[in-house]
């Protein structure tokens, strides 16, 4: 602290003005390196989304749970909603799932998940107006799963719909995987936490774009 007043810029000393001078000029706070790089590489590639509103997708339910409550905390996570689904929606999903899958947000698609079956539930939700943004569990564990998910993972970002951000759980492949989507522009971290963390920082700025003028 003493060092922060002495600076030239000692207002740093008072959090929660240089918080309100943040949100006034749009600036999107990071407080390390990981979450500046983080929230960097997702406004790149995204921009923003237009609201708080998540929905996670995984094939673990644990997995999903977790994401919910770092998506939702606001002491501990990112403060933002996870959306309630359309009857419409939960309906598709019932329509192409495993009978014991939890359709309500987290969707957990459980070890029974195919390729094909991920991608579908992803374009059903995709279609949802009361989501802003998915938050893809992208796990390679499970038996029926291929590479394929990969190449989904990319064809859903880029359909123009709802933006998708990517949790990789891959073992040793987990880095490649995260560089592979991200030449395809697509944000994807190597845990829960940081892939919430930058749909945090999409809100943001969306939420600045929105203000009024």
């Not at 989501?131 to 998910?149: A, F, G, H, K, Y």
């Amino acid at each position: 602290m003493s060092a922060a007043s002495s600076h030239t810029g000692a207002l740093a000393a008072s959090d929660p003005v240089v918080e309100g001078v943040f949100r006034q000029c749009g600036i999107v706070r990071a407080y390390d390196e990981e979450e500046l790089l983080d929230s960097t590489k997702a406004l790149a590639m995204l921009d923003h989304i237009r609201g708080d509103r998540i929905c996670v997708v995984a094939s673990a339910g644990g997995f999903g749970v977790i994401a919910s409550d770092y998506v939702e905390s606001k002491e501990h996570g990112a403060g933002l909603r996870m959306t309630k689904l359309s009857q419409r929606t939960i309906d598709g999903i019932r329509a192409v799932a495993p009978g014991f899958s939890s359709l309500g947000n987290p969707v957990d698609l459980t070890a029974g998940v195919t390729d094909e079956m991920y991608d579908q539930v992803l374009g059903i939700i995709g279609e949802d107006t009361s989501v802003d943004c998915i938050m893809m569990s992208l796990e390679l564990q499970p038996p029926n799963i291929t590479r394929r998910l990969i190449e989904i993972a990319k064809a859903r970002s880029g359909s123009g719909k709802t933006p998708l951000v990517v949790s990789v759980f891959a073992g040793p492949r987990t880095d490649a995987v995260i560089r592979e989507l991200a030449r395809a522009n697509v944000p994807a971290y190597p845990n829960i936490w940081r892939t919430v963390r930058a749909m945090r920082a999409l809100y943001l700025r969306g939420r600045y774009l929105d203000r009024p003028e």
